[in-house]
């Protein structure tokens, strides 16, 4: 009994020190911390696209290069966007009006730069010659194609996050608690990056007329 409460005061010391650690390192670089966490999530999200979601053999560059993006996005991007909001609408986390702006904000102007961002790596990464135009025409395809899909499942879940991390979650937080919400999302993401499209004409005939369905399909064909 006493050598169990002894290992288990041991461990709530260590946990306690740790913890401390970690709010120390927020405090004194914000930037480098939630771009490491950035790196960790996006990286370990893309895994598990490729592990669990697309079935294939684990491209490294790949999960490299997306944990990449995870740091510039969590520890740049995100680490400016939520300063700017809380200068636009105040810091104020029982402000209703405050949170409702944000997360509005953050559904029609973050969220589709994020998703383009993911879209464009994906592009990158399947590019061939790496020429601009060519990587231009085929990320105009993929938001046609694959935007609004991903856009809606964004915001079936993000809306919500959002209410907790600009209500309960300091501001030097904020992009690590987006981190571990996104890695279920990451997973998401980076395979819907990953869906190839084709210019295939899907039409429905029937009662002496037909329906055209679309002129391109998003087909679950990963790197």
């Known amino acids: 009994m006493f050598a169990g409460g002894t290992k288990l ?7 306690r020190r740790g913890r401390d650690k970690i709010q120390t390192q927020f405090n004194k670089h914000p930037k480098l911390t ?4 950035g790196f960790v999530t ?9 592990q669990m979601v697309d079935f294939g053999a684990w491209d490294k560059k790949r999960t490299f290069q997306a944990g990449l ?13 939520y300063r700017s909001l809380d200068f636009a609408f105040g810091s104020n986390m029982k402000s209703k009006f405050g949170i409702a702006c944000k997360i509005v904000l953050d559904q029609v102007v973050y ?7 993911y879209f464009s790596l994906s592009i990158y990464q399947k590019s061939k010659t790496k020429d601009m135009n060519s990587m231009k025409d085929d990320l105009k395809l993929k ?11 964004d915001c079936c879940l993000w809306p919500f996050v959002n209410f907790l991390n600009f209500r309960v979650v300091p501001i030097v937080y904020r992009p690590t608690f987006i981190g571990l919400a996104q890695l279920s999302w990451q997973s998401y993401l980076s ?8 210019s295939t004409k899907i039409t429905v005939s029937g009662g002496g007329g037909s329906i055209d369905l679309g002129s391109s399909v998003a087909k679950k064909n990963p790197l």
């Open 191 to 198: 395979s819907a990056s990953h869906w190839d499209t084709s």
């Open 34 to 37: 939630n771009a490491v966490s």
């Open 69 to 81: 993006l995870g740091g510039a996005m969590n520890g740049v991007c995100l680490h400016y966007w």
């Open 111 to 117: 969220a589709p730069f994020a998703i383009i961002s």
């Open 42 to 50: 996006f990286s370990f999200g893309d895994i598990l696209a490729q």
């Open 9 to 15: 005061g041991f461990f709530l010391q260590f946990a």
């Open 143 to 153: 938001v046609k194609d694959s935007f609004t899909t991903v856009y809606l499942a």
